[in-house]
């Protein structure tokens, strides 16, 4: 049996809803920041994730998240 490759994550990675209920946006707003380029996500098997380092950089980078 082969070994299997386990990183070692420095950082805790988010789920899609986890990392919109930090930012207090929905799922969706989440994959338009994707898409757009302003964050930056992970695909591991079917699961897409987020550093949480990177979405609290965004929060404190740009106040008006969640905002109305």
Not at 1 to 6: A, G, L, N, S, V
Not at 29 to 49: E, K
């Amino acid at each position: 049996m082969k070994d299997e490759f386990k990183p070692e994550l420095t950082d805790e990675s988010l789920r899609i809803k986890e990392a919109a209920a930090i930012l207090k946006v929905s799922p969706r707003t989440i994959w338009r920041m994707i898409a757009d380029g302003q964050l930056t996500a992970s695909r591991f098997r079917r699961c897409t994730r987020l550093l949480r380092s990177q979405v609290l950089g965004h929060l404190k980078g740009n106040g008006n998240v969640g905002c109305v």
